[in-house]
């Protein structure tokens, strides 16, 4: 059970860390444009998310895949900019084989940009079940930050006329923050 608590208190933090906001600022931006009536098709992107991000955890501990770090870190940012432009062009994203696509494929990349480090972490023995305590980890931070935003978005809406003006000050802000990473990695 300390297995568990730990790993999956890494997954959690991993989501959480100030120190690496891509990951926070991606789900926000993910998140943003829905309510609580779509947050099932919410919730199914950010899980499509968490297994692509374990996959290449995965991947990367059991296959040793070995890709170019410095296209890893900038595709990261990449992928938060993207994210950004539903919500600046108003458009709620649809539940459709292509966002489901897109979301598993920006998960994989964000995995690789964890894996080095995660493969130092886990022993050998522990590997698939510290993989799994992780994962749940990164799927309970995602929700939780879901579901702030989700509730933001609600109470914005009730207590004011804004709500879209809101999205999207919060869009560009996200996207702003994004395009300071891809400079600052190019």
Sequence with gaps: MDNFAFY???????????NGLDHFYFIIALALPFGFRQAQKLLWWVTLFTLGHSLSLMG??????????YWIEL???????????PILLRQTPKT???ASGLTLLFGIIHGFGFGRFFSMMVAPEDAGASLFSFA????????????GVLLLNFTVA?????????????????????????VERI
């Excluded at 999956?8 to 959480?16: E, I, K, L, R």
């Design 8 to 18: 999956f208190s890494q997954g959690f933090q991993h989501v959480t860390d100030f």
């Design 60 to 69: 990367n501990y059991y296959a040793s895949f070995d890709f170019s770090a």
């Design 75 to 85: 595709l990261i940012p990449v992928t938060i900019a993207l994210s950004c432009l």
């Design 96 to 98: 459709n084989w292509y």
């Design 136 to 147: 749940l980890g990164v799927e309970a931070a995602q929700i939780c930050i879901v579901l």
């Design 158 to 182: 009730l207590t004011t006329k804004w709500l879209n003006v809101w999205r999207t000050i919060v869009g560009i802000i996200i996207f702003f923050l994004a395009v300071i990473m891809i």
